[in-house]
Structure formats: structure tokens, C-alpha cells
């Protein structure tokens, strides 16, 4: 990276005084709602980690990671407010579910903000300096290729056995190529034509995946812009309290069409794959989209599917009453499972999620047999091993590794910053959810770091020196 390039410039994100009286009013309203207390503990525990995690003009990838998991945790309170029940409502537990995971939040991302604390600050006339050095051109022509490349390696990863999860972090090149471009279009004010076209594709390609990837661009185009983010004022706060009100509106009715939609997707094999071609799945989403749906049914669906700290509580309930604490042995089997590769055990077995679930939730799950899988979540794996205060240990050490890994490749990847921050969004930002297990989890990251590692040294030099302007070049 550049020192000459690297000056001091506004280290938190200012929010001016009617937005602070906004947000002071909103904070202490939460205590005349029901259980306002938990909803009053989250957002003060939302405000001490947003604040000091987000920082101007860097990557907001754990930024997007932290809120998504805040919601998962804050929609048990949501529901439970919806349906005008106690928190407690489904498990005597929950209320401790919740409190423990947002005590969790806490010790996740300490080690990730003293990691963003390292990270020099920059200003807007910084980037754009450093996008001024790339060619926005060749940069949209990595995209397409890579967008196809993708594509067709997304059909035919699990069929490389070993080699799977590697095959599908490289799919997230794509998304690097996405970012440094719009990166590229929002500083140097071009080609937002081109981009929006993109952002469309995207976002009409993700329905056609059994998981509807829809979303996924979204939270990409949230990492570009909250990077950018300086200043707060109160009419940002309503614009952004209203496009939340569009978005859960959408959500419920895409959760009413959700299910039947994937039924035609499968064309009722019970797997979660594709089955019908591009335009028929098409149609019926929009045949789908005219019908009358239940509304009440269909909030309470998304706000119960959004939550995961049902199955914590669940677990809360029969750990240790039912089923001592396993003392590191739950975490133990997913490093064990983990660090041993496919290629040198052949008879190693796939994950099956929902049998973990079932035994510590006592839950009774349809298996990965049936096309369905149901995830404990690592926070739960967690507290499965240490109880409520030594979960906090696995957790730090989790949030120690994202921050160790993302300070290198913010530093190292190039040498150039939004380079960087383009390799770092693409390859955290897959861990926002909350509810992903342990053994899922781990082998994800491990993968993960370790392909663009050797992206980095074999690949991203390459890639650079093709996208980087010539001195001698003509500029665009």
C-alpha cells in the first residue's frame, strides 16, 4: 500500500444534532414497547459496536456481518413483540438466548475493531486517487468474464468432490470484480449506466438459484456505500427507516411465495436444486407474485425464519440438564472434520446439520436425506462446549482470525486500497449469518483464506498489472 497516499483525515462517522436526538429518542422509546428491556440491551450494545467498527472510507464487510447477525438475534425480540407474547413465550431460555448472543457480538468484534483501528485512515480525494490508477474499462470486461466463469462453475462445483469448496471460493472472484468496479463508477462518476445493468442482472440471476441469491447483490452494494459513509443526518435516518419498511414488506411477501416457488424449482424431487429451465422459473415467480397472501401468517413466518435464537435457547434448555457441557469436544470433532481434507479420506461423510440440531435441541429434524438441513449455529456450538461465559472464548479466537486475516489482506493483496478493499469484501462477506454451524463455518473460512492467499501471491499481481493504467497510456 502506498504511504504517500495515506494521510490523516476523519476517523468516526459524525452524525449531526438532530440525528443524535433521533436516535436518543429511539433508544430510550424501546423501553415503553414489550420486553423493551432486551430491545433497550441491544441497542446500546448495536450503538458501542456500529460506532467503532464503521470508521470512514474503510471496508464495511464486517460492518454488514455484524448487523445482519444483530437482526437474527434482535428478530426473537421482534417476534415475540408481534405476536403480543412474553419473550419467553416458546422457551424459558430465550430471553437468555438473546442476551447472551448480543454479550457475544461484543467479544466477536473487539479483536476486529483493534484491526480496523490499524488500518490507516484515508478521505474520498484519497480513493478516488487510487481508482484514477485503474482502468474502468478492463475492469467491466473481468467482470463479464468472470461473472460467466462463475456462473458455470456454480453448476458443477459439488461435482469435484475434494476440491469443492476451493472451486467455490474462487467463484467469489466475481464478486471482487463487482466491488472494484463500482468502487471505480461511484469515485470517478462514471459508468453508472453500465453498472446499474449489472446490479439488475445480478439481482434477476439470483431468483434462479434453489437458495434465491437475490439478496447477495444487495449486500454487496451496501458494503460500497457504507464504506463511503462519513456523515449522518436526520433525513438519511428517515430515508433509511423507510427503504427498512419497503425491504420487510418485500421480505413477507417473498416468505408467502417462498416455499411453493421452490417446490416448482425442484419439481418435488426434495433437493435443493433447479429443475426447470430459466424462463419457466420466471413465470411462475410472477404468477406467483398476483396471488393473495395471508399477511399476519406471512410476517410471522419471516420474522420467526429471520431469528436463530430459537435453536440457542432450545439448546439452553437441555444443556446441561439433559446433556452435560462437552468440555471443547463439540469443537474438537469440527477442527478434527475440518483440517482433515476429502482428498485423503474418501469415506469421509458429508455435513448433516440437522442431526447435531436434533440431538442438542431435542428438536426432530428431517436430515440432509429429505433435501433439508437445519443448523445449530456456532454460537450455540459454542455454548454447547464452555457453558454461557467460556462460549465467549471460541468466539474472541474467531473474531481474533477475521481480524488477523482481514488486516493482511487489506494490507497485502496490492498496492493499490480500493484493490483491497474489493479483495476483502469478496471474501468475508459469505459469513454474515448467524446461524451458520461450526463445521460449515470453519471449513468455509478455512478454504476460503487459504484460496485467496494463493490468489494473492500467483493471481492478484497478474490481475492487477492488466487492470492498472500504464504511465505512458492514454487515460480514459
Not at 453448476?155 to 469435484?160: H, P
Not at 449455529?377 to 462460549?391: I, L, Q
Not at 483491497?420 to 463455518?441: H, K, P, R, T, W
Amino acid at each position: 500500500m502506498d504511504k504517500v497516499l495515506t494521510i490523516s483525515g476523519q476517523s468516526r462517522i459524525k452524525f449531526d444534532g438532530a440525528a443524535q436526538a433521533f436516535l436518543l429518542l429511539l433508544l430510550f422509546g424501546q423501553l415503553f414497547f414489550n420486553n423493551g428491556i432486551y430491545l433497550f440491551i441491544g441497542a446500546l450494545i448495536f450503538w458501542s459496536i456500529f460506532i467503532n467498527l464503521q470508521q470512514p472510507y474503510k471496508p464495511s464487510v464486517f460492518t454488514i456481518i455484524f448487523l445482519y447477525h444483530f437482526m437474527q438475534i434482535s428478530a426473537g425480540i421482534w417476534l415475540s413483540n408481534y405476536l403480543g407474547k412474553p419473550i419467553d413465550f416458546r422457551s424459558p431460555h430465550a430471553a437468555d438466548a438473546i442476551v447472551f448472543s448480543f454479550i457475544g457480538l461484543i467479544f466477536l468484534f473487539l479483536p476486529i475493531i483493534y484491526y480496523q483501528n490499524k488500518i490507516p485512515v484515508f478521505t474520498f480525494e484519497i480513493l478516488k486517487k487510487y481508482a484514477d490508477r485503474l482502468s474502468l474499462k478492463k475492469t467491466l470486461n473481468a467482470y463479464i468474464i468472470a461473472f460467466f466463469v462463475a456462473n458455470a462453475l456454480g453448476g458443477v462445483a459439488l461435482s469435484f468432490g475434494g476440491f469443492a469448496q476451493i472451486i467455490i471460493s474462487l467463484i467469489k472472484v466475481k464478486w471482487f470484480f463487482f466491488l472494484l468496479f463500482g468502487f471505480q463508477v461511484i469515485l470517478k462518476k462514471r459508468m453508472w449506466t453500465q453498472f446499474l445493468v449489472i446490479i439488475g442482472v445480478e439481482f434477476l440471476m439470483g431468483f434462479l438459484s434453489f437458495f434465491s441469491d437475490f439478496k447477495t447483490v444487495f449486500f454487496y452494494i451496501a458494503f460500497l456505500f457504507i464504506c463511503l459513509l462519513v456523515k449522518v443526518n436526520l433525513k438519511q435516518l428517515v430515508f433509511a427507516i423507510a427503504m427498512i419498511g419497503i425491504a420487510f414488506f418485500l421480505g413477507i411477501k417473498w416468505t408467502s411465495i417462498k416455499g411453493e416457488y421452490r417446490k416448482f424449482l425442484n419439481q418435488g424431487s426434495k433437493t435443493q436444486t433447479v429443475n426447470v429451465e430459466n424462463n419457466e422459473a420466471f413465470k411462475k415467480l410472477m404468477d406467483l407474485t398476483k396471488e393473495k397472501s395471508d399477511f399476519d401468517k406471512a410476517a410471522v413466518n419471516m420474522l420467526d425464519r429471520i431469528q436463530y435464537t430459537y435453536h440457542f435457547s432450545k439448546v439452553m434448555d437441555r444443556v446441561p440438564s439433559v446433556i452435560p457441557y462437552q468440555d471443547g469436544h463439540n469443537w474438537g470433532s469440527i477442527l478434527s472434520y475440518t483440517l482433515t481434507p476429502r482428498l485423503l479420506n474418501s469415506s469421509k461423510p458429508k455435513i448433516d446439520n440437522s442431526i447435531k440440531t436434533t440431538k442438542y435441541t431435542g428438536i426432530s429434524y428431517l436430515s440432509a436425506q429429505s433435501g433439508v438441513s437445519f443448523s445449530l449455529g456456532y454460537f450455540a456450538d459454542s455454548y454447547v462446549d464452555f457453558g454461557y461465559y467460556g462460549m465467549m472464548i471460541p468466539l474472541f479466537l474467531i473474531g481474533l482470525f477475521y481480524g488477523a486475516t482481514y488486516f493482511y489482506f487489506v494490507r497485502k493483496s496490492s498496492p493499490n486500497i480500493i484493490f483491497n478493499f474489493s479483495v476483502v469484501g469478496a471474501l468475508f462477506m459469505e459469513f454474515q449469518g448467524f446461524e451458520m454451524d461450526g463445521m460449515y463455518f470453519l471449513g468455509r473460512i478455512f478454504a476460503s483464506v487459504l484460496t485467496f492467499f494463493m490468489l494473492k501471491i500467483f493471481v492478484f499481481p497478474w490481475i492487477y498489472d492488466n487492470l492498472v493504467i500504464k504511465p505512458n497510456a492514454i487515460r480514459e
